[in-house]
């Protein structure tokens, strides 16, 4: 080629890039023009800037083609739109890939993706196959299950949106946690993280996703700080590790010296490449039968969660799950919960999900049978007391359009115990308000009565009408939720019903 053509072919790709950046977001002629692009050659960061700006919509668009031969070529086009650093030793590349496909070959291939399913998550499974049949490298996974498509990770991509995001959570951190600014080093992003939306501080580079997943991290050391107890080498289980970024904070931090993760075997995928290139000096397992696996085997092992009874009798410290239980069917949430209250033997609880949202209304959700809506999660026996409450954490909800409840329990069978004491509802300020909530909360999973569930729901009444210091989020102010419409009110009400007629 001549330079005269090449530069006339860089000249029409400027003004063609500079077309795409114009067009709206979620247009369908962005996808076809972006993909053009890359076709011709074109890998700059301006155009893998825009894909990633909405990629879920990019693989959608390609994965629906009916022609076999060109979704292959639009997937080849869309590979090479993932940033192409770090480069991997071919050694290492080669061996992920082979314990990828012997993993999926069991695991996944050819497996019935709507068996238990919504149509939201038969599609999302199906594309990660797809993804998974079809890399070209270890990196196309990981950059793919911290992109909006995979829906692991919802990070800010703008560069600009990211730092005024992570400002805003360095200041809840050192107000709330009492984080010394050098301490945020341990939730920095690795050379396997998503190079788009970073912010540089301190020599390190930040996303919104390492404050996600550190406010997380800072939570669990606060609750064990409250509860007395040392935070070093405990044995972790996570139900829902997306591509395990929590795991590889809390491996790294030193607080796990074992770690396991019981998922999708799609999703457990992403959780082995992330971790292995994180760490590779680690001894990381996929489980593709229900074997039993010696403890001394592994140091990161990850399962599928119809062979979660290799874990069964095991002594775990902290048990984790984090916005998944409550896009869960309702038998399905509460089977996790029987597994870990009565089939493990678990000291810690910690919990970040969805709460005090209308219910049945989340996409994850529809076409389940209403007796399987997951009115709220998780649900709890009366062995737990509760160390760390929190409604609505302000840097969670930078986020998210949802409102959330993060909890830390501990493990207490001693049934007579004394019940939490409930606080005086007169508050002058979120703290107690916070302390009130999480007190009636806890005394509710003890010991529910009539009067204690009638006086619960209605100040969640009054917290939908913004009338505490809590936040709380209407997502559709238009139409916004009766009281009788969330999930939390529809549950104690049931339970108060079954109260009534054993007393009747």
């Not at 031969?69 to 086009?77: D, N």
């Not at 080669?94 to 399913?117: L, M």
């Amino acid at each position: 080629m001549t330079v005269k053509w090449k530069f006339a072919i860089e000249k029409e790709s400027a003004q063609q890039l500079a077309d795409l950046a114009k067009m709206p977001l979620y247009s369908q002629e962005r996808y076809p023009a972006i993909l053009a692009l890359a076709e011709k050659g074109v890998t700059s960061y301006a155009l893998k800037y825009e894909a990633f700006r909405n990629l879920r919509g990019l693989i959608e668009f390609a994965f629906d083609v009916e022609d076999e031969e060109l979704r292959k070529h639009y997937f080849s086009s869309i590979f090479k739109l993932m940033p192409e650093s770090p480069s991997l030793p071919t050694t290492l590349s080669d061996e992920i890939k082979k314990e990828i496909v012997a993993f999926a070959k069991n695991t996944i291939f050819d497996q019935d993706k709507s068996k238990g399913s919504t149509v939201h998550w038969t599609r999302k499974k199906e594309i990660s196959e797809y993804i998974i049949r079809h890399f070209q490298n270890p990196n196309h996974l990981i950059y793919y299950a911290q992109s909006n498509a995979s829906g692991f990770d919802h990070r800010s991509i703008s560069d600009e949106d990211a730092k005024k995001n992570i400002d805003f959570k360095v200041r809840f951190f050192s107000s709330d946690f009492q984080i010394q600014p050098e301490l945020h080093e341990i939730i920095s992003d690795t050379e396997f993280c998503l190079p788009f939306g970073q912010k540089f501080w301190k020599g390190r580079k930040y996303s919104t996703t390492s404050f996600w997943h550190g406010h997380f991290y800072f939570s669990i050391l606060k609750g064990l700080q409250k509860a007395s107890e040392s935070p070093n080498n405990l044995s972790i289980v996570e139900f829902g590790g997306g591509y395990g970024n929590l795991a590889r904070i809390l491996l790294g931090a030193g607080i796990a010296n074992s770690y396991v993760i019981v998922d999708l075997p799609e999703s457990l995928i992403f959780s082995y490449t992330f971790l292995r290139l994180n760490f590779p000096e680690l001894k990381v397992s996929m489980l593709s039968d229900a074997s039993n696996i010696d403890n001394e085997e592994y140091d990161i092992l990850l399962v599928p969660f119809e062979f979660r009874s290799v874990i069964l009798s095991r002594s775990v410290d902290i048990v984790i799950n984090t916005g998944s239980l409550q896009e869960m069917p309702r038998s399905t949430a509460e089977e996790i919960m029987r597994f870990i209250e009565q089939d493990i033997s678990c000291r810690y609880f910690f919990s970040v999900n969805y709460a005090f949202n209308a219910a049945g209304s989340r996409k994850e959700l529809i076409q389940y049978e209403p007796r399987e809506f997951n009115f709220l999660a998780p649900t709890l026996d009366t062995g737990w007391d509760v160390v760390d409450f929190q409604i609505n954490p302000r840097d969670i909800l930078v986020d998210s359009s949802r409102n959330w409840l993060k909890i830390f329990v501990k493990r207490n069978l001693d049934e007579t115990r004394a019940l939490p004491e409930v606080p005086s509802s007169d508050w002058t300020e979120e703290k107690e308000a916070q302390e009130w909530f999480g007190s009636v909360w806890g005394r509710l999973w003890r010991r529910p009565d009539s009067e204690l569930i009638d006086q619960y729901l209605d100040c969640i009444g009054k917290l939908m009408q913004g009338n505490y210091y809590i936040p709380f989020v209407i997502h559709n102010t238009s139409a916004p939720p009766e009281l009788d419409d969330i999930g939390e009110v529809r549950y104690w009400r049931e339970v108060k019903k079954e109260l009534m007629t054993r007393s009747a």
